[in-house]
């Protein structure tokens, strides 16, 4: 048995939860999705998406960011989740800062450690994870702080709040004593619910880059490293909603049966390719979208039941494609990727060098309106450049 104690949100008052350590397992597999790993290249935007909106982030001392590693989208406003800058970043849709909000240190109401966050909508909260000391806390969209959540469970790797419940994907390369999957009640007696265990076999400590927890609707979606499979939780447990075959770059099978060192050298092999992770699921009725350790992203048509990999994202009358590794919540319709100023920049420096040299012989690129007006006065060092893709 364990005993973890939590704070009460509201009254503060201890509570010690009472934990069985029996083992819960994950179902056996859904049907079997093949992915065409070969047409890995740029993909026109009206493949998937009916429009593309172009956001240019505004760039000064208190929003300049470092990595965007989650978007979170409310009615008025978008939040950047920055590890590198160990905040987030507010911005209405038109790009323009909000503000931002960055408690680091080592104060009751400060987090050591920005690792990630996640958004309560109902609650009109964000909800931070602090690794360095085990807890959560949570502070309001201005920024204030509204309580702490101890979380000695396990290194909590991606976390999302859905129905009034903080679901965690905890990290596999601990104890095997731990789960894989739990839930946290965020009102009432806090309750700690176990939901599955963990399946694959812990020999190294390569991750694929993202969120190991996504979203159709209010269902929540999961996914663990060297499985291919993308589970949703349902009745507190893991029902297999799609496992995809990525053909000569499975490892799934191989990870349970090489020693330590082959899995490392398998997983290191640049050739060979290996697929060890999917990742920042994002579901629709007619689409599902996720990243892998492979550079560009996965996507499945429902209706055809076809899946491609793709490198980026192209957008008519954009001479430059987009990247997408983003994890996305409260997302709707909407798939993000992303070009970086430096890119917008060079290309417009030498797009104007060009237009110079050629003077009237100059063969004009047709350019979109709002495209060409960030381009032209966009700076080296400024913020990305956000591309919202409006899903079919």
Known sequence: MKQLIFKSLSLCAILTVVLSCQRVDILS????????????????????????DFIALETNENSLIG???????????????????????????????????????????????????TLDLENKQFVVYDDQRSRFLVYSYEGEWKATIPYKMLLAD????????????????????????????????????????FTMPDKTYHQAYGEKIGSYGKKVLVSERFNNTIYEVKNDKLVPRYTFDFGA??????????????LEEAITDKEKGYVYGITNMLETDDYLFFNTNHAGFVAL???????????????????????????????GDRYVSSLRALLVATYMSRYKEYLQEKGDAAEKQELREDFAK????????????LLIHHIK
């Open 301 to 331: 048509d429902k209706k055809s039941g076809v899946a491609r990999a793709h490198q980026t994202i192209r957008v008519s009358q954009c001479p430059l494609s987009s990247s997408s590794s983003i994890a996305l919540e409260n997302a």
């Open 249 to 262: 770059q499975n490892i799934e099978k191989l990870a349970k049966e090489l020693n330590d060192e082959q």
């Open 374 to 385: 960030i381009a032209s006065n966009i700076a080296f060092d400024d913020n990305p450049v």
């Open 158 to 197: 991606s976390y999302m709040v859905r129905d009034g419940y903080l679901y965690v994907v905890n990290a596999d390369t601990m104890t095997e004593e731990e789960y894989l999957v739990s839930k946290v009640k965020l009102s009432g007696d806090y309750e700690i619910i176990p939901i599955a265990d």
């Open 67 to 117: 990595s965007i590693d989650k978007i979170m989208f409310t009615d008025d406003f978008f939040a950047v989740a920055d590890t590198r800058q160990s905040c987030i970043i507010l911005f209405d849709y038109n790009g323009k800062h909000i503000r931002t909000i960055k408690r680091l240190g080592r104060g009751p109401q400060e987090y050591v450690q920005f690792t990630g966050a």
């Open 29 to 52: 597999k859904a049907e079997i999705i093949t992915v065409d790993m070969e047409s890995a290249h740029p993909v026109n935007e009206e493949e998937y998406f009916k429009s593309t």
